[in-house]
């Protein structure tokens, strides 16, 4: 298993946090569009990103990732 980020958890995240997408691109100094980008699973944010965008949604990085077993991260790459 490996863990990788989780666009669906973001979402989650930042919903419970009662931010909306256009703050927390402020927050993080990236676009609204780059948010719903990495919220829709398109883009995986950069590392300092990720920490950013957990800060501000009061969480620890490991709440924005999922497990996912090695044949499906390959199936995905080849996709």
Same mark, same amino acid.
């Given at each position: 298993?490996?863990?990788?980020?989780?666009?669906?958890?973001l979402r989650a995240s930042r919903k419970a946090a009662g931010v909306s997408i256009?703050?927390?691109?402020?927050?993080?100094? *990236?676009?609204?569009?780059s948010v719903l980008e990495y919220e829709r699973?398109?883009?995986?944010p950069p590392i300092d990103v990720l920490a950013a965008i957990a800060d501000a949604l009061g969480r620890k990085v490991e709440d924005l990732l999922e497990? *996912?077993?090695a044949a499906q991260s390959e199936s995905e790459r080849a996709a």
């Open positions: 298993m490996t863990r990788h980020f989780s666009g669906a958890r256009e703050l927390l691109a402020v927050i993080i100094s *990236r676009s609204a569009y699973g398109r883009v995986t497990e *996912r077993d």
